[in-house]
């Protein structure tokens, strides 16, 4: 028989964990000074977040981080290419 109480518990340790984790990335982007970093860091955020909002049922926090994640991932493609008209950028 499973102990319900116990599995609760481990429930419970899991939703906090994942929130301080996400909360902790959030806090280390103010830290970074490189955009890919902080794009990277801000990717896993959004994911961290998203299991978060899940887990809790929080669906405000599940909508942003859902619209957030592409527009970082987008951004970090983006910082990734060369800008159109630079020819110097181009060309190195």
Same mark, same amino acid.
Request: glycine content about 6%; hydrophobic content about 50%; aromatic content about 8%.
């Given at each position: 028989?499973?102990?319900?109480?116990?599995? %609760?518990?481990?429930?419970?340790w899991?939703?906090e964990?994942?929130?301080?984790?996400?909360?902790?990335?959030?806090?280390c982007? %103010?830290?970074?000074?490189?955009?890919?970093?902080?794009?990277?860091?801000?990717?896993a955020?959004?994911?961290? %977040?998203?299991?978060?909002a899940?887990?809790?049922?929080?669906t405000?926090?599940?909508?942003?981080?859902?619209?957030?994640?592409?527009?970082?991932?987008?951004?970090?493609?983006?910082?990734?290419?060369?800008r159109?008209?630079?020819l110097?950028?181009?060309?190195?």
């Amino acid at each position: 028989m499973v102990d319900m109480h116990h599995s %609760f518990v481990e429930v419970g340790w899991a939703k906090e964990a994942c929130g301080y984790v996400a909360s902790s990335l959030v806090l280390c982007t %103010f830290s970074v000074t490189s955009m890919q970093v902080l794009r990277c860091i801000g990717i896993a955020s959004n994911i961290a %977040f998203i299991g978060y909002a899940i887990m809790t049922s929080t669906t405000p926090i599940l909508i942003l981080h859902s619209l957030l994640l592409p527009m970082n991932i987008y951004r970090l493609v983006q910082i990734g290419q060369p800008r159109r008209g630079n020819l110097r950028e181009v060309m190195s």
